[in-house]
Structures are given as C-alpha cells and as structure tokens.
C-alpha cells in the first residue's frame, strides 16, 4: 500500500479543503501519472464532516480485487464467525473486532510477503496468521459479510489519526450511522464521536472507491503532523 499512501501524502491537504468533486477534479499531483476520475459524491461513508466522492482509481483495481477474493467457503473464516453467528449486530461488530485482532499478529508486508505493497486476501491473512493493519481490516470485512452484513455497508478507510499518524480501519454502517473498528482491538465507537481525532483520506467498498472532501461547514480537525506529509507508516 507504500504507492497509495504516497498518492494521499501528496494530496490530502488539497483533497480535503475541497467542498466539491469539480473543484478535485483539477488537481493533478507528480506522484500519479494518470490522476484518479471523479465520478460522484454518492454512496460512500459520509463520515466525520467530509463528503465520500467515488472515484476510478484504475491503478489499484488489481491490488483491491485481490483483496476482495471471496473467502466465505474458508474454513478459517467460517471458524472465526462461528460463535458470533447467533449474536445480535452490535455484538457481532465487537466480536469480529476482538477476535480478529487476538487472532492475526501484526506483521509488516516486507517481513511477511517480502513486499512493500501488497494487500493480501482474508483467506491468505489467516492461513499465516499475520498481517498488517489493512490486512487485518479486509479479514474484520470478509468476516461481518459471513455474519450478514451488506457489503455495501463496509469500506476499508485510510485515515490520519491525530496522536497515531497514518491508519487503516474498517467503517461499519449500522442502522444509519457509522462505527469505527479501528486496529487496537478496542470496542467498535460511532465515527462522528472522534470527529476532531481522524480525518479520513480514501474507502474502498466491494467495488468502489471513494476520496473524502471536507465538508465547508465542518469544523478543522488539527492532526499532529501536516496532511501534507508523507503517509508512510503502517
């Protein structure tokens, strides 16, 4: 995910200033030859003050469609959701959320795949057992699709974390709102309760992607570092 995180460190700042599609539309950056199309601001998690605008982003449809490999019939998988299976929704989110995080070490791509980009599918994570946070986050989404949820209601969301940097979460929509799962292993929390703590970047869904906007009438969310930075860590 290094090309990624290099395409949103250039950016962000931009994108997120931003109250329309148009107005990113025209912003080209030298690390993207082929600039992402902007297609519309429907569909996506409308989280945290900002606008989810669906883009085309060619460049990353293998990456992400390798990710998105379907893992129902694993038997990995259907061992991990097995004991969620009769819980109500709230409790299937904090189950798939503990259980993951307990059960797939955190691992970086060079040590695991000897790759600095690579974004493994649900079933390979648990076959070894590891993975990093984005990995961890594709195995959460392939779980909460076993257990019932839409996969229109789950996007992978590369955020800036205003005390952690960089991260990778699941978003959730549940009844009309949003829940975070972040990779800490701590308890789902609803998205807009951290609103000046995160500030999203990109969602990719089942077969979209979305860049986030800041809404004009949000208010600014300070980070620790400027968005202009280089989004490198894991």
């Not at 909460?144 to 992978?156: I, M, T």
Request: contains cysteine.
């Amino acid at each position: 995910m290094t090309r990624l995180r290099a395409w949103v460190g250039l950016t962000a700042c931009a994108l997120l200033s931003s109250a329309s599609s148009a107005a990113a539309a025209d912003l080209t950056t030298r690390s993207v030859p082929q600039r992402p199309i902007y297609v519309t601001a429907g569909g996506g998690p409308n989280i945290l003050g900002t606008t989810a605008v669906a883009i085309r982003a060619a460049r990353f449809n293998g990456s992400w469609a390798h990710a998105m490999q379907d893992a129902s019939r694993s038997p990995l998988l259907q061992a991990l959701v097995a004991p969620a299976r009769t819980l109500t929704p709230m409790q299937k989110l904090a189950y798939v959320q503990s259980r993951v995080h307990n059960s797939v070490r955190w691992i970086s791509d060079a040590t695991e795949w000897g790759q600095h980009d690579y974004w493994a599918s649900a079933s390979e994570t648990l076959a070894h057992g590891a993975g990093d946070m984005e990995d961890r986050a594709i195995v959460k989404m392939h779980a909460l699709r076993a257990l019932g949820f839409s996969p229109s209601d789950l996007w992978l969301t590369l955020a800036r974390d205003r005390v952690g940097g960089p991260i990778t979460v699941l978003t959730v929509r549940f009844a009309g709102r949003y829940y975070i799962l972040d990779d800490t292993g701590g308890a789902p929390f609803l998205a807009d309760s951290r609103l000046r703590e995160f500030q999203p970047i990109f969602s990719f869904g089942s077969s979209t992607a979305w860049v986030h906007t800041r809404n004009a009438a949000a208010p600014p969310i300070r980070t620790a570092s400027s968005a202009t930075a280089p989004y490198a860590r894991k």
